[in-house]
T-cell receptor
Framework: KAGVTQTPRYLIKTRGQQVTLSCSPI?????VSWYQQTPGQGLQFLFE???????NKGNFPGRFSGRQFSNSRSEMNVSTLELGDSALYLC???????????FGPGTRLLVL | GENVEQHPSTLSVQEGDSAVIKCTYS??????FPWYKQELGKRPQLIID?????GEKKDQRIAVTLNKTAKHFSLHITETQPEDSAVYFC?????????????FGQGTTLQVKP
């Protein structure tokens, strides 16, 4: 089976812009979780989608949002970008959310 | 709130020695504890995991132990090799519900010297 894929891999934006990141889970996986990774804060949970519904949300402002499509692909959106949003955004998929999570390669976002 | 403490933040060992990384979690309802290895510029890769109904699990040179009473779990790597050098993250599930939310420790940078 193909692994988790994320697009784009790298992104440069300026403050105030918005960005959309995409994640394609492993075939058959219905849960997609998103994490933000930074040197200072480590890996922090953003949200999880299961069967097109947000099932869990982390402690991030409302500028961070996401959605999941019927084929389990997921997107996350960040509006009104801030310098502090520069990070590696990782998605992970699992069969139903309570088991092994397999990570994608991440999207590295730089906000200037 | 939910929290996972991981120690040490850096660990340097000689090739062939053992390495131990320890984590403590706060949510007593957590029931799933994975360990991930992340090499520079790469995605986190699961190396071993354990559920709360098991006290210890081994996979070749890697073992994880869990003490639910004390709310801590540890990763043990024996006969370390230079290719074990990476950042290791422990994580705990958010409660016992069926959700894909993991709370991660801050990571341990392991350096294995040849």
């Amino acid at each position: 089976k193909a692994g988790v894929t994320q697009t784009p891999r790298y992104l440069i934006k300026t403050r105030g812009q918005q960005v959309t990141l995409s994640c394609s889970p492993i075939s058959g996986h219905r849960s997609v979780s998103w994490y933000q990774q930074t040197p200072g804060q480590g890996l922090q949970f953003l949200f999880e989608y299961f069967s097109e519904t947000q099932r869990n949300k982390g402690n991030f402002p409302g500028r961070f949002s996401g959605r999941q499509f019927s084929n389990s692909r997921s997107e996350m959106n960040v509006s009104t970008l801030e310098l502090g949003d520069s990070a590696l955004y990782l998605c992970a998929s699992s069969l139903a959310g309570d088991g092994t999570q397999y990570f994608g390669p991440g999207t590295r976002l730089l906000v200037l | 709130g939910e929290n996972v403490e991981q120690h040490p933040s850096t660990l340097s060992v000689q090739e062939g020695d053992s390495a131990v990384i320890k984590c403590t979690y706060s949510d007593s309802a957590s029931n799933y504890f994975p360990w991930y290895k992340q090499e520079l510029g790469k995605r986190p890769q699961l190396i071993i995991d354990i559920r709360s109904n098991v006290g210890e699990k081994k996979d070749q040179r890697i073992a994880v132990t869990l003490n639910k009473t004390a709310k801590h779990f540890s990763l043990h790597i024996t006969e370390t090799q230079p290719e074990d050098s990476a950042v290791y993250f422990c994580a705990a599930s958010h409660g016992s519900s069926n959700t894909g939310k993991l709370i991660f420790g801050q990571g341990t940078t392991l350096q294995v010297k040849p």
